[in-house]
């Protein structure tokens, strides 16, 4: 069965650090792209980040590039999403979702989420 | 603004059909990305609905439907149940932003 499990939710203070892990079971975590999706409170979906099969690609939404970092360990079957410079904007939920195994630009299985709340 | 527009909400009774559209353009549906609809429970984590335009992972009823033409798609549901009222969201790949792109989200009652 797949399993993605978040974790490393927090509240933090604008202009603060957080880092984001996502732990991958139940399929061979080597071979699929992955991606972090996050939701605002009372809002809809928003892309942030993806990672390549093999780590060696990634792109960033516009509203996060140059502040967010992805990155994935296929020894521990883990990917991570450091967050620096954090805006109250960046208040939401953030999902970790693996790339479809059928269309690589779906999202076919998300964690259950873990909450980053950036407030003073 | 979302990329992708969906309305804002729909609802039908018990037993009735609906249908969601969402509009694109030339840069994700029009250019041939493919649609898909995903299913969120409040307070859950989205599921996969609908992939590859019309497509239905194992274990989604064949009440929900997806179709695809021109720089639009639409997810329909037959024989509304109760358990259906949710929110829905449609996603594609924008190509002139390099990113992925969803709709807004359409929640769904069930009258």
């Known amino acids: 069965e797949v399993q993605l499990v978040e974790s490393g939710g927090d509240l933090v203070q604008p202009g603060g650090s957080l880092r984001l892990s996502c732990a991958a079971s139940?399929?061979?975590?080597?071979?699929?792209?992955m991606s972090w999706v996050r939701q605002a409170p009372g809002k809809g979906l928003e892309w942030v980040a993806y990672?390549?099969?093999?780590?060696?690609?990634?792109y960033y939404a516009d509203s996060v590039k140059g502040r967010f970092i992805i990155s994935r360990d296929k020894a521990k079957n883990s990917m991570d999403l450091q967050l620096d410079s954090l805006r109250d904007e960046d208040t939401a939920v953030y999902y970790c979702a693996r790339g479809g195994s059928n269309y690589a630009y779906s999202f076919d299985y998300w964690g259950q989420g873990t909450r980053v709340t950036v407030s003073s | 603004q979302s990329v992708l527009t969906q309305p804002p909400s729909v609802s039908g009774a018990p037993g009735q059909r609906v249908t969601i559209s969402c509009t694109g353009s030339?840069?994700?549906?029009?250019?041939?990305?493919?649609v898909h609809w995903y299913q969120q429970f409040l307070g859950m984590a989205p599921k996969l609905l609908i992939y590859g335009d019309s497509n239905r992972p194992s274990g989604v009823p064949d009440r929900f439907s997806g179709s695809k033409s021109g720089t639009s798609a639409s997810l329909a549901i037959t024989g509304l149940q109760a358990e259906d009222e949710a929110d829905y969201y449609c996603q594609s790949y924008d190509s002139r932003l390099y990113a992925w792109v969803f709709g807004g989200g359409t929640r769904l009652t069930v009258l």
């Open positions: 139940g399929f061979t975590f080597a071979s699929y792209s």
């Open positions: 030339s840069s994700n549906i029009g250019t041939g990305f493919a």
């Open positions: 990672i390549s099969s093999s780590g060696s690609i990634t």
